[in-house]
């Protein structure tokens, strides 16, 4: 069982889940296991009727025809997830998807980025889906049969935080959906703090013990609310991320205000006053940061 920021962070899940392997000699039931397994990673959670099914995928991986690996390609170039994924979001929300769904990390930066909106523009979609699946570092990471978990969210040798906190922005806890459920929508998450290689805050998803941090979502510069910036002791000041307003009948059930989380740049002297009103507002801390 997953404890500390673990379970803090919506991760415990996959921290006490064991990855699937496809050996032979598997139950129908065990089979049947893996290709949920796969549905569920490689669409993002998103919930598969039986009509979308890759039946003769299905089938063929069943016989021992395909690997994981390919039955993973065939669910990959079907018409369930070009439609989902390709045809219907930007190039950039496509590719971090891809990197999430495949490789079970966030893209890197912008030359990873730039490397695989160059095959989508010269090569295609399938091939493009190939560049994952038959890259060096999937070999390394789940070979032939095993299949792909989310690895972003751990520290490792050779990884910057970098990463490690666009991780936690494009996987929001075990129950979020890529297709239906995520606040972006159909947005790229990361885009320019992927290819400027800029961190992002860690805020714990919906029933975190940490915090409420469900509904936050990065703001624009017209959200940010600047109140006395360079004034206070030592000149200090503090950016804090507001999220959780709640106001029945206004602009819509989560936020009264058009965006679902603000941002204030307070000083430390008014800190104690802004905290008082942000609670009588209803709003929840997400962060809080000295600049």
Not at 207 to 230: H, I, Y
Not at 232 to 261: C, D, H, L, Q
């Amino acid at each position: 069982m997953a404890f500390g920021p673990a379970s803090e962070l919506g991760v415990a899940l996959f921290e006490d889940t064991a990855p699937l392997e496809y050996m032979p000699g598997l139950s129908e039931e065990e089979r049947e296991s893996i290709i949920k397994a796969v549905y569920r990673q490689i669409l993002g959670n998103a919930y598969v009727m039986e009509s979308e099914q890759a039946t003769v995928p299905e089938s063929q991986f069943k016989l021992g025809n395909l690997s994981v690996r390919e039955f993973i390609r065939a669910v990959a170039k079907s018409d369930l997830y070009r439609s989902r994924f390709f045809e219907t979001c930007p190039r950039y929300r496509f590719i971090e998807l891809n990197f999430k769904h495949f490789l079970g990390r966030s893209p890197e930066g912008l030359e990873e980025m730039r490397k695989h909106s160059t095959i989508l523009d010269t090569q295609g979609f399938n091939a493009e889906i190939d560049s994952y699946l038959d890259s060096d570092e999937y070999q390394n990471a789940y070979g032939e049969n095993v299949v792909p978990y989310y690895r972003g969210y751990k520290t490792q040798p050779g990884q910057s935080m970098v990463e490690f906190t666009h991780m936690f922005a494009l996987l929001r806890g075990a129950s979020s959906s890529d297709f239906k459920g995520s606040l972006s929508g159909k947005s790229p998450v990361l885009n320019k703090y992927a290819i400027q290689s800029t961190p992002l805050a860690v805020i714990p998803p919906s029933g975190g013990v940490a915090g409420d941090g469900w509904s936050f979502q990065d703001t624009g510069l017209g959200a940010r609310t600047r109140q006395g910036v360079g004034a206070g002791a030592n000149g200090k000041v503090y950016r804090i991320e507001v999220t959780g307003y709640s106001s029945p009948g206004a602009v819509n059930r989560v936020s009264k205000f058009r965006r679902s989380n603000k941002v204030y740049l307070v000083p430390y002297d008014k800190l104690s006053e802004e905290y008082q009103r942000i609670h009588q507002q209803g709003g929840k801390i997400a962060s809080i940061t000295p600049i």
